[in-house]
């Protein structure tokens, strides 16, 4: 038998680790020479060959079987090869230099690194897929940046940051900016961050945002000192600062904007502004009183901007603009009102000049709409929020409810409207909506309404209607002010004006002497209650009423009972060529004249007035309407003896020598109620309060008095209460056993049911 040989495997070339490593690191020392020169060297460039060859000996050491397998040992010696690199090239060079130089060779240096580290991933790309995934460490690029930072970044940063925030404080001392180089100096420190696993917050604050706020913090205390004597220029100067910050910071990552940034301009106000809000507010008083508005915009949106950014973040401190914003408004109301108790002064000196009040003083209320048109439009201009204009109306509500004069605010408010009325002016909207500005401020709300009213039936009688949509928009307009009931009567009275309205002629006698008509039927609940006079009408006058009073039992209700209202309406007189306007009443009175003789006073009355008249003073009403009549600017009667009054035993007669100009001439119409006292509307409050403590008690069963005088305050919009009146209503109410009071608790009240 021949003999069997063993076969022996030639195994392929082995390379070993020391021979392996001495090829890459030969190529590594090439690289490391061009990455310290920046790889601005003129060598020539790294050929595909050289980068296969490195490339191809890392994966066949990394493809051995072990124990020839140097994967770890390769893994090992580039991350020792990396360290002793920046510890023994690249920390002397930057520990020589200070300042603005040491910035600039960090980053020249951090640029090559970053170099340097791509091609090292390139060369151990077979590692980093193999080697590191399996035994979870971190990749050839991670370890690489993680020794930059641990070597160098650590060892450095302190003086790096003093000069950044040297750079920074040159640039709010106001010297250029190079955006570029600070955006990468951010953008450095950022990847300084995130190399710490689990520590980017704290890295990026504790080595770059927090040392900016407290040096931030320190130099604005010092140059704020410097400036603030003047603190218009100063103000300049803090929003100079801001937008500085504002600048630096936006180059952040939005990351570090969005969790830190806030905080940092925050920080920047409240050292600017908050230590010397004291000047700040008064300056604003300076300001606001010489209508320097521009400047309170600057102050107005520094503090609403450092408002707004303590809004938008949970701080857990108190918003320092808070004072701002609390005494700020209260010094506008304060100058507000002071302007406007000047206007309601002057109002009382130009009265006491001229010796009585009119109802006609509309410069009066002109100047409080302009006093109102102006302070909205620079608040809504230079500082649009709710806390400025709430001071706006609180102080018009408080000077324009002052009263010193016999006319009330709320009467001549009226007045105006009336005025606004009578013509179809094109700004008729615009004045209007001025108007019910300043009609909230009212507190005799009913007071307006009420001469409102009257000033309405007065146009509705005399037929000054210039335009009724007019009409309909201002009542409209006081409704969504004020509520439904509060214009029920002011509806009712334009609806009863179209509602129903009948028109005719009626003749009489040989002469066929006609009187033309037209009769409006009115609710008697909706229009302010007239003088109920029983008046001895002629056979025409009483063709008139049998006639309207007929056709509308007719048409509408047999048991609706009609009567005429003589001291209302206007009629037109003949007399000569000219057409005179009257009242009803007067044309009554000029109709006796027809037969052509003197009549005494006394007389004219017995011929007019029924006997049975009661409560009304007759002497009165008809002195007003002769002296209408014979006293005044037309004088279509003439009275013996003459003088600028009426008395009892006058004598009147035709005035023939009576010319005109015009052919139609509206005579004074005579006022037959005065008009100008509050009686009504005092008894109407007081009704008002009674239903109002029922209400409430009805409901509550029980209340204190403090309470219950709080609740009626609170439910009564037309008008502000006395807190004396309240109490006299309270106490009638328990006379008249609607309330009682507790047993043991005086001041507690019960409802009687």
């Not at 791509?118 to 020794?147: C, N």
């Not at 604050?205 to 603030?228: D, G, M, W």
């Not at 334009?494 to 006609?514: E, L, M, T």
């Not at 209400?695 to 209340?703: F, G, P």
């Amino acid at each position: 038998k021949e003999p069997v040989h063993k076969m022996k495997s030639t195994p392929k070339d082995i390379i070993t680790f020391e021979k392996g490593w001495e090829i890459i690191e030969n190529v590594l020392n090439w690289m490391k020479t061009m990455a310290l020169e920046n790889f601005k060297t003129k060598n020539p460039r790294f050929t595909p060959e050289q980068y296969m060859s490195v490339y191809n000996t890392v994966h066949d050491m990394c493809s051995q079987r072990t124990p020839f397998n140097g994967a770890s040992k390769i893994y090992t010696e580039q991350c020792r090869y990396t360290v002793a690199y920046l510890v023994d090239n690249i920390l002397p060079i930057l520990q020589k230099h200070r300042g603005i130089p040491q910035l600039q060779k960090i980053m020249e240096s951090w640029r090559s690194y970053k170099i340097l580290v791509k091609w090292f991933r390139k060369f151990f790309l077979y590692i980093d897929r193999y080697h590191v995934v399996q035994l979870g460490k971190p990749t050839v690029e991670e370890s690489a940046k993680r020794a930059f930072r641990e070597h160098i970044f650590d060892n450095i940063f302190e003086n790096a940051t003093e000069s950044i925030i040297e750079i920074l404080n040159e640039y709010r001392c106001g010297k250029l900016f190079d955006e570029d180089f600070w955006k990468q100096l951010v953008a450095f420190y950022a990847e300084m961050s995130e190399v710490h696993i689990n520590s980017r917050i704290d890295t990026m604050f504790r080595t770059l945002i927090h040392p900016i706020q407290v040096n931030s913090k320190k130099f604005y205390a010092c140059e704020s000192a410097k400036r603030v004597d003047d603190i218009c220029s100063y103000l300049l100067w803090v929003e100079k600062m801001i937008e500085c910050d504002k600048k630096c910071f936006k180059y952040f990552e939005p990351y570090y904007v969005y969790r830190h940034g806030p905080k940092y301009i925050a920080n920047s106000y409240v050292s600017m502004l908050c230590p010397y809000i004291k000047p700040i507010l008064d300056t604003v008083q300076n300001l606001f009183a010489t209508s320097a508005w521009s400047s309170i915009t600057r102050i107005y949106k520094l503090f609403c901007d450092l408002e707004k950014i303590y809004a938008s973040k949970n701080f857990t401190i108190i918003n320092p603009a808070s004072d701002f914003f609390i005494e700020a408004p209260v010094i506008l109301q304060k100058q507000i009102t002071e302007k406007g108790t000047a206007v309601v002064e002057s109002r009382k000196e130009d009265v006491d000049k001229r010796g009585k009040d009119s109802l006609k003083n509309y410069d009066f209320i002109k100047n409080i709409l302009c006093l109102h048109a102006e302070m909205r439009k620079n608040v809504e201009k230079h500082c649009n929020d709710t806390r400025f204009f709430q001071a706006v109306d609180l102080a018009f509500t408080e000077f324009f409810n002052v009263n010193v004069c016999e006319f009330t605010n709320a009467q001549l408010l009226a007045s105006y409207c009336d005025s606004l009325l009578k013509v179809d002016e094109e700004t008729f909207s615009e004045d209007v909506a001025a108007v019910i500005h300043i009609f909230r401020y009212l507190d005799d709300k009913d007071v307006f309404a009420n001469s409102y009213e009257i000033m309405l039936s007065k146009r509705l009688y005399n037929k000054k209607i210039k335009n009724i949509d007019n009409e309909k928009l201002l009542i409209s307009k006081l409704k969504v002010q004020s509520g439904s009931l509060y214009t029920q009567k002011m509806e009712g009275m334009i609806i009863d004006w179209f509602n129903y309205k009948k028109s005719g002629v009626v003749a009489q006698g040989p002469f066929h002497r006609h009187l033309a008509y037209e009769a409006h039927v009115l609710t008697n609940g909706n229009w302010p209650s007239d003088i109920k006079l029983d008046i001895r009408t002629s056979a025409l006058f009483q063709m008139v009423q049998d006639d309207v009073t007929r056709q509308y039992k007719q048409e509408r209700s047999k048991d609706t009972k009609l009567r005429w209202a003589y001291g209302l309406g206007t009629c037109e007189v003949s007399m000569n060529t000219v057409t005179l306007i009257t009242s009803t009443l007067q044309a009554l009175v000029l109709e006796l004249f027809d037969e052509d003789r003197p009549y005494h006073f006394s007389e004219i009355i017995n011929r007019l007035a029924l006997t049975g008249t009661e409560h009304v003073n007759l002497t009165l009403i008809f002195k007003k309407v002769m002296h209408s009549l014979c006293c005044l600017k037309y004088k279509v009667l003439l009275k013996e003896p003459m003088s600028r009054s009426i008395k009892e035993t006058d004598v009147f007669r035709v005035n023939y020598k009576f010319k005109s100009k015009k052919k139609r001439l509206h005579l004074p119409i005579p006022s037959l109620q005065d008009t100008r006292k509050k009686k009504e509307v005092t008894k109407d409050r007081k009704h008002t309060i009674d239903a109002a403590i029922v209400r409430i008690m009805k409901s509550r069963q029980e209340l204190t008095h403090n309470d219950l005088i709080a609740e009626v305050v609170k439910q009564l919009h037309f008008f502000k209460p006395a807190i004396k009146q309240i109490k006299q209503c309270i106490e009638n109410l328990i006379d008249r056993d609607f309330l009682e009071r507790k047993n043991g608790a005086r001041n507690v009240y019960t409802y009687l049911a």
